[in-house]
């Protein structure tokens, strides 16, 4: 069981048809006109799926959050946790606060962040876990989930750093890391499906 966080495309992100995300895309592009801010247009199209190519990125949501959410806690405030770990939507452009909008079915506003304010809590929190640098960088096909699996079928002394102490935490501190690090870079958003 869990969800997926992965990055769409134009296509999906404009699109009409059932799981497009074309409502949002138009809603958020409305919100985005009213605070006086260009619309997000620039998506970039879809592409192959190349594993290790950096292009797509994907990976599972499984593990137990207790440790991370603990994590946060630590070391970010509450309004700092919810823009990290609270979104339903990331999108690529920096956003000076949150923007909640009608995503899900369920009569409740979902929220949009933008990575560039994701990426800072995330770092932080990498930082003050160690977290290695042999983490993958890309995540097209659940290389993060498969890196953080391995590890945790090895024995536990050749683990080093703060970061092995909760390997589900780190996990959660990685995604988050990288999600922003992607849709920076492609200029996409992300999404939970």
């Known amino acids: 069981m869990g969800v997926y966080l992965v990055s769409i495309g134009a296509e999906e992100w404009f699109g009409d048809e059932e799981g497009g995300w ?37 990976e599972k949501m499984a593990p137990l959050m207790t440790g991370f959410l603990a994590l946060c806690e630590t070391h970010l405030s509450r309004e700092e946790t ?23 079915a369920d009569n409740h506003d ?16 990498a930082a003050a876990i160690d977290l290695p640098s042999d983490v993958p960088a890309t995540c097209d096909n ?4 498969r890196w953080f699996r ?10 080093t750093g703060a ?20 849709s920076i870079r492609r200029g996409c958003p992300m999404v939970y499906s």
Not at 110 to 120: H, K, N, T
Not at 150 to 159: L, V
């Open 150 to 159: 391995d590890r945790s079928k090895e024995p536990a002394a050749p683990r």
């Open 142 to 145: 659940l290389d993060l989930s």
């Open 22 to 58: 074309g409502e949002v895309a138009s809603t958020l592009n409305a919100e985005l006109g009213r605070r006086g801010m260009p619309p997000y247009l620039d998506v970039p199209a879809e592409t192959d799926f190349a594993p290790g190519s950096g292009q797509a990125f994907e």
């Open 82 to 104: 919810e823009t990290l770990c609270g979104w339903t939507v990331l999108v690529p452009f920096s956003l000076h606060e949150e923007i909640w909008l009608p995503i899900d």
């Open 110 to 125: 979902s929220m949009v962040a933008g990575a560039p304010q994701v990426l800072p809590l995330a770092e932080r929190l």
């Open 163 to 182: 970061w092995s102490k909760d390997l589900d935490a780190a996990f959660y501190v990685a995604v988050f890391l990288r999600a922003a690090q992607h």
